[in-house]
């Protein structure tokens, strides 16, 4: 089965044409700056890749783009749209009405268009490619995969917030967490490394622009460190993580700001960029501190820092760790910040290996001593597959 995956963003569109049943990507790529002006970076046959400079001015044309480049022309891999037996979404909340993957109705998107207060930046983009799929190529089925979707197995007692509780029953105010297929992925392969198989304690630190950390036990999550949005948690990119309300309203009366300036600086001008006053991007800000910049070395110091105390936290809630996974660009590629993360737990049993730790690779990998009780993991993560997946299981029963 050839499943189209899509990851529609308000400016962009991300696209994958994959096999799940034997994980054969065909081609994927990106359009950027819909709306403006338009560019396609088509990648596909070992590698070849094509850049179209196509105005695109809706998510519509971008779409007809990409059909169009995958049927004709250069970039052509298949014969006809008629191939594609299913699209696979990614929807970033699905609130608590969402637990799995679903096929895409009416009902379905009606629901996601009530959530978008909850996701204002990322639902009525997801909801867009939905709809003009259909429109597009009617008959073929839409699954939609939700980002939070993973973390609906967490208790009561770890995504309440301890506001009146009015707020959870009127406005569904709660923690639900991203990056859920990611910490599904990454947790499973996990599983299937270790060779404890019941009872699994398994960490996952989701690290990249975005970054989150997930408590997994026995392969259902019991807490994670994103919210009601993404910006709590983990210092990440360009947004600031756990901050006290305190600050927020201080900084609103000294600067004389309103709430959208303030969210504003939340998630587009603080984390990495805003102490390291340097670059978002944290290969530039080991450069910085390498080259001497204290503020880049704050920066990264805090990263890991933040970072082990949530595992600190989760291998408490968890009674134990089996294993502490990394993935995402930083995750995969800083080994740095893997030291740093994992410098002194080895009273929970966790004993990363030097050179292990220094040696990269794109597989999936131990980096562990010998004598660790725990596992330290290094485990790329696809969360592409896990739409692709979800899509083939959920349209073949049909």
Do not use: W
Not at 66 to 95: F, M, P, Q
Not at 152 to 158: C, R, S
Not at 190 to 204: C, E, F, G, Q, Y
Not at 238 to 251: K, M, P
Request: proline content about 3%.
């Amino acid at each position: 089965m050839l499943v189209f995956i899509l990851n529609a963003g308000s400016s962009s569109l991300k696209y994958q044409l994959m096999n799940p049943v034997n994980k054969e990507i065909l081609a994927v790529g990106l359009c950027e700056r819909i709306g403006i002006d338009g560019v396609l970076k088509h990648e596909f046959s070992d590698d070849k890749k094509i850049k179209l400079d196509v105005a695109m001015p809706t998510h519509k044309e971008a779409i007809e783009l990409v059909l169009k480049t995958l049927t004709e022309g250069e970039g052509k891999v298949i014969d006809s749209i008629n191939d594609i037996e299913a699209i696979g979404h990614r929807a970033v909340h699905g609130g608590e009405d969402f637990s799995q993957s679903v096929i895409v109705t009416q009902k379905v998107i009606s629901k996601m268009k009530e959530l978008i207060p909850l996701a204002p930046l990322h639902n009525p983009a997801n909801i867009m490619g939905m709809e003009i799929c259909m429109q597009l190529m009617p008959g073929v089925p839409n699954v939609a995969v939700f980002d939070t979707a993973f973390h609906q197995t967490m208790p009561d007692y770890a995504y309440m917030y301890p506001l009146p509780y009015e707020q959870y029953s009127k406005n569904r105010v709660r923690k639900y967490g991203f990056h859920g297929t990611s910490h599904y992925f990454v947790s499973n392969e996990a599983i299937s490394m270790l060779d404890k198989k019941n009872n699994t304690r398994v960490i996952v630190c989701h690290l990249g622009n975005g970054s989150s950390v997930s408590a997994i036990y026995n392969g259902k999550c019991i807490d994670t460190s994103m919210g009601l949005t993404p910006v709590q948690g983990l210092m990440m990119g360009t947004r600031c993580g756990d901050l006290g309300a305190g600050a927020i309203q201080y900084i609103m009366e000294k600067d004389n700001m309103n709430i959208q300036e303030m969210l504003n600086i939340l998630n587009k001008k603080s984390g990495i960029i805003g102490i390291s006053g340097k670059s978002s991007d944290l290969r530039e800000v080991l450069d910085g501190m390498d080259n001497g910049d204290d503020r880049c070395r704050l920066a990264v110091d805090m990263i890991a820092y933040i970072i082990k105390k949530y595992v600190g936290s989760y291998a408490a809630a968890l009674d134990g760790v089996d294993a502490l996974c990394f993935t995402g660009g930083i995750g995969e590629n800083a080994a740095l910040i893997r030291e740093k993360v994992c410098a002194g737990l080895d009273y929970m049993g966790l004993n990363i290996d030097p050179t292990k730790n220094n040696k990269r690779s794109s597989a999936s990998r131990d980096i562990s001593t010998n004598g660790s009780t725990g596992r330290i993991f290094v485990i790329p993560t696809n969360e592409e597959y896990v739409i692709a997946n979800d899509t083939y299981k959920i349209v073949s029963k049909l």
